[in-house]
């Protein structure tokens, strides 16, 4: 029997979302037990990463188990034309689990359908990025107090940004109102907005910022353009810097806004904003621990 991956937030039922999010409160509250005693996670990252790939080794750590993989596709076999499927087969004899970093989309669904051990989508090109998906789920029901009816206003590269696509689908459950704002070259792509009018949710595209807009959200979750997604980099140097949110634009925001961010960012919030009791984004990458914590957990069906 295939063991249960985790690729897709559009596998996950409103049923899975809720568990995963009632669990990960639960390891919030205690992040440090031992539940993969003598369990093995590799971590292979074909694409760099920081706070993912820590996140992920840390929270293995603390559930016990231990760690092994790459964070350099060059140092590894791959370098010498070895194909994915040969690397995922090899490190399938070594490990429990796969958490795996890709540069081309659909590379976490081929190795789920390769191996016969549970993979983790831990970013698959401009695809998906789940666990991002609900540590920001996680973020927005632990600082709104509920998901359903809030009003989100996504900013930035909504073209190639795999973790508004997610969150698009992991709130499409909840009856959100979406606030798309990006210049014409990097605008939510036709794929999103026909799932929102397919499921009936309400979106609103901008290609100007403005406070206007900041003041009727719950939740502004700001994106950096991706200079490693273009091909031209006259296109990334006219566009890198379009929109920057800055502290005095939140003067009349709602008292609940907060302010998230998937992380780096590059220009796109002003330092200023950092004092700000709306700012959220590094609280919203500390809870990234306590979401992978149980996502781990539930690939590997382990009950807490």
């Known amino acids: ?29 205690n992040p440090n037990r031992r539940l993969l005693e003598g369990k093995v996670a590799a971590t292979l990252f074909f694409e760099p990463s920081t706070r993912t790939r820590l996140s992920f080794e840390t929270a293995v750590n603390r559930l016990g188990g231990r760690v092994i993989g790459f964070q350099d596709a060059s140092t590894t076999s791959s370098s010498k034309g070895e194909t994915l499927k040969d690397t995922i087969l090899m490190v399938s004899n070594y490990a429990d689990l796969i958490i795996m970093r ?33 540590l920001d789920l996680y973020s927005i029901r632990k600082t ?17 940004g795999r973790t508004v696509h997610s969150l698009i689908v992991g709130m499409s459950h909840f009856n959100p109102t979406f606030h798309f704002v990006a210049p014409n070259e990097l605008r939510m792509p036709d794929e999103q907005k026909n799932f929102c009018d397919e499921h009936g949710i309400r979106y609103y595209e901008h290609t100007a910022f403005t406070e206007d807009i900041i003041n009727q959200s719950d939740i502004l979750y700001m994106t950096r353009v991706q200079r490693e997604r273009f091909t031209d980099l006259e296109e990334y140097e006219r566009v890198k810097n379009v929109y920057i949110l800055k502290n005095s634009m939140l003067a009349n925001s709602k008292e609940n ?48």
Request: aromatic fraction near 8%.
């Open 1 to 29: 029997m295939r063991s249960k991956s985790f690729v897709s937030i559009q596998e996950c039922t409103k049923e899975d979302i809720l568990r995963i999010l009632d669990n990960a409160e639960k390891f919030e509250a």
């Open 102 to 134: 890709h540069y081309l989309e659909g590379a976490a669904r081929y190795a789920s359908e390769v191996t016969n051990i549970p993979i983790i989508n831990a970013g698959d090109g401009a695809n998906q990025h789940p666990s991002q998906t609900m």
């Open 144 to 160: 709104q107090g509920k998901l359903e009816d809030l009003t989100i206003t996504m900013v930035g590269d909504l073209k190639y």
């Open 257 to 304: 806004l907060r302010i998230l961010h998937p992380l780096p960012r590059v220009n796109e919030i002003a330092y200023d904003v950092d004092d700000n009791p709306k700012a959220y984004y590094i609280q919203q990458a500390h809870n990234g621990l306590f979401a992978r914590e149980a996502i781990i957990c539930d690939v590997l069906n382990i009950n807490l």
